[in-house]
């Protein structure tokens, strides 16, 4: 029997489809399948980048809240960034408040410390752990930090998630080295008068007007002798008479809070009335916490430039001796401070030294030797920044000079701040004076360093490169109103005092019959070492905001 092979037909065999139309239709499901997740993950991406991006804004706006509550705040109480405030806090952990109208925004804010605090801690009541010294270049700054929470997407297993932003704001307000001169009273100082009629003068000039304080709290004029190159500033109103000239250019703001008087000044700076209220601190004495150098009693310091700068002078111990010191270098921090001594019955801190412009310098004379009161007497040239602060007096005993232009100008970098919790005084001393009012006092004959007993006398044309402030009393001229003319009194630097001080009785009198007052722009940039700040009546404003 003969078998036919088996034969197929290749070509419909290679026409048939069987088998491939499922293949590709998985294929077209697989891939379609991978589009539509693809779409979903990215739509599901960007809903929770939308999520998150929106709560980052709600968070930023509510630290924005929280800087406003924080500004709010500062302007219904200016000084009460001085209580280091910040929002509730549990457990040393701030407690996030609610932002006004909303339902999942919150905000905490806290005062952060200065730089140079010790530890990093901002302590209530310590005003050098929050206020940035000259160390840094935001003198006079303090800085806030607000954070602000909203509620983003959901975790990996359910919880919820938060953004959060931070903004560090820095505050200022205008301090005492943004002035050449600054008062707080237009008044003669008070303790310098009969009866010392300290509370009756402590009002501005409409309230002294209005309750007849005029006689009893008498101020002067700023005449057209006077030269004010810069910046001013009053709480007061300034009595004028004649025409004397206010300012550098229209940059330089004249600020009379209460206005003028008596004559027409020109101000060839803009004049401002009203404004905020700037007052000097109550003490100096927190200088003393940081001082590098600290001594007691009445202490003499030339200043000496070289490389580098130095101190000779003398100072009194705990036993009431005297010590001599020479060629010390300044300190590093460039803070030195002098407070007063134990007495020989060691009551500490006692000064029973009641200073007066018109009897002799009683701390000064070796008879009556009392070296107990903080005084420190200044003269000399240096070239490195240094503060020299005082719990008694400053007294200027000779020209107090760094490096300068030939027109006077100071130059280079270095800054000297002197400050008294009483009096910054320039040393004058007097023949024949002794008497306890200026009306009484004598003509008498300035005293030269060959008839002065303590060999200084008195210094014509004076010249000092400084920042002076007085957080109780004033800038003043010992004997103001005895001996002959002292010419011209020059100050490169800044002035501020609590009340008005003296440093002549009036053209061809004693004292300094022509005040010439520079502001010293360097200030604005290299300033001395841990000046103080003002207490101040508004005037706070954000200079800065940093994420």
Known sequence: MRIKPVTVNARRLARCEQGYTMFFALMVLF???LLVTGAFVAV??????THTSTAQRKAYYAA?????VYLSQLNSSPNIWTTCPHTPETAGKLVPVAVPGTSDETYTYETLPSSTAPGGTCKAGEPATIVESAAVTADGTFRAKATGIAPSVKGPHGEQLYEERSIVTTFSHSGFLNYVFLSNYEVEDPTTLPGKPVEACKHYYKYRTEHGLTGTCPSFPFIEE????GPFHTNDASEISGKPEFGRSKKDEIQMNEGYYGGTPVFVGTYVKGGATLAPPPTDEELLKTAGYKFKGRTVIELEEGSPNTMTGSTYNAKGEKEEFTKRPFPANGVVYVENAETVNKIVGSCTIEYSPFVYDKNYEEEEAKPYCGDVYVKGKYTESLTVGSQHDVIVIGPIETTHEGSGKPTGAA???????DFVRV??????????????????TNQTKSTDPRKWGSTPNLVVDAAILSTE???????????ESLKELTVWGAIAQNWRGRVTLGPGGGGYPHKNYNYDERLQTEQPPNFLSPETTGGWKVTRETE
């Open 473 to 483: 009393n004033s800038w003043i001229v010992d004997n103001f109103s005895c001996g």
């Open 226 to 229: 006077d030269e004010v190159k």
């Open 427 to 444: 040393y004058h001393p007097v023949t024949g004076s002794g008497t306890s009012t200026k009306a009484n006092c004598p003509g008498g």
């Open 44 to 49: 599901q991406g960007d809903i929770n980048q």
């Open 64 to 68: 924005q809240a929280g800087i406003q």
């Open 415 to 421: 800054t000297l701040g002197l400050i008294a919790n």
């Open 31 to 33: 891939v379609s399948g």
